[in-house]
């Protein structure tokens, strides 16, 4: 049965509006951040990001942007396929994790709620786009984040963590929204580069809860607490007694965890199998990694090399 004249009127636009959205790339200042589009299909978008600063530099980041049909009324839906302990990045080793666990929400979690293994939560630098009233109409495939309301003081809104890449007048601005999608690709940027928008995660928006207290282990003394002390267990009926024999993930010791952890991620996203796929052949360059104290020995060799070459 062929689409009616409308649907076809409505792909098209939505079509050229994410080719527009990504025309504005072009100009736009996103430091180590490269996004290609997908030939014949301009709602999914594949990218890398070189961490060139930050608590996750040197790391090498693959990614992908899936929009879906209704965007940019609903998020678009980021995905990595490096793993990387992180506070917004649900691991790849779980099947999928709620953006908004809470003990005291009382609306329980659905997969329409959650994000999939590799999933970027965009909850914390856009709280506008997740909500009660969304929960009817997103699903997995739709979004990047929960759709349950969190308490208004656990977002903070992406202007207030990062620069606006809009004031320069690159990106091109969601009417729905006001958000354009450099907007975005410079918020996942500073997540894994600037201390300050991590410390700024809470841990209703956090994808990775494990990782959200490590970092905050990390961090000690050089943040603020945002979170509000854990409500106590009764002892009264059995899951209470229960549960109140172990400790919550925030009451471990994450002493340590969160630098090991990402020091071998980092390593990982640096390995060939991952940078150039496990079918790689002798044919590619490798680069030696070294300290300041060799790089400026194998200079020192250089420069007496190229002395002796204008000799002769």
Same mark, same amino acid.
């Given at each position: ?12 636009? %939505? ?10 790339? %072009? ?12 030939? @014949?299909?301009?709602?999914? +978008? ?5 961490? %060139?600063?930050? #608590?996750? &530099? ?36 779980? /099947?999928?994790?709620?953006? !908004? ?27 506008? +786009?997740?909500?009660?009233? =969304? ?23 992406? =202007? ?11 990106? &091109?601005?969601?009417? !729905? ?9 410079? /918020?996942? $940027? ?14 209703? &928006? *956090?994808?990775?809860?494990?990782? /959200?207290?490590?970092?905050? *282990? ?10 509000? #002390?854990?409500? #106590? ?10 549960? @109140? $024999?172990? %400790? $919550? #993930?925030?009451?471990?010791? +994450?002493?340590?965890? +969160? ?19 496990? @079918? ?9 990694? @070294?300290?300041?104290?060799?790089? &400026? ?16």
């Amino acid at each position: 049965m062929p689409l009616p004249a409308s649907s076809l009127r409505l792909s098209s636009f %939505r079509k050229q509006h994410l080719l527009i959205e990504f025309s504005t790339l %072009r100009h736009a200042q996103l430091d180590g951040v490269f996004v290609s589009i997908t030939p @014949g299909d301009p709602s999914l +978008w594949v990218g890398l990001i070189f961490v %060139r600063k930050g #608590p996750y &530099a040197p790391a090498v980041l693959r990614f992908q942007i899936s929009f879906p049909f209704s965007y940019p009324a609903l998020p678009p839906l980021v995905t990595f396929s490096t793993d990387v302990f992180h506070p917004l990045l649900t691991p790849l080793t779980t /099947y999928t994790h709620t953006t !908004a666990s809470s003990d005291t929400d009382p609306v329980s979690a659905t997969d329409e709620e959650r994000l999939p293994p590799g999933g970027f939560s965009l909850r914390h630098g856009f709280p506008h +786009w997740f909500g009660r009233a =969304r929960r009817s109409v997103v699903s997995s495939r739709d979004v990047s984040g929960s759709a349950v309301d969190s308490p208004a003081q656990s977002v903070t809104p992406v =202007r207030s963590v990062v620069k606006s890449a809009t004031s320069g007048g690159s990106g &091109a601005l969601s009417a !729905a929204t006001g958000v354009s999608i450099v907007t975005v690709l410079e /918020y996942i $940027r500073s997540t894994f580069s600037e201390e300050a928008v991590l410390d700024s995660v809470s841990l209703e &928006a *956090a994808a990775n809860p494990g990782a /959200y207290h490590a970092w905050r *282990a990390y961090r000690g003394p050089a943040m603020e607490t945002q979170q509000p #002390p854990l409500s #106590p267990i009764s002892s009264t009926s059995s899951e209470g007694t229960a549960l @109140g $024999r172990n %400790r $919550r #993930p925030g009451e471990w010791n +994450w002493e340590g965890v +969160w630098e090991e952890r990402v020091k071998r991620a980092v390593n990982a996203s640096l390995s060939e199998s991952v940078l150039y796929g496990p @079918g790689a052949g002798e044919d590619i360059i490798r680069f030696q990694q @070294g300290d300041s104290e060799t790089m &400026a020995r194998m200079k020192k060799h250089l420069d007496v090399a190229t002395a002796r070459t204008t000799e002769t």
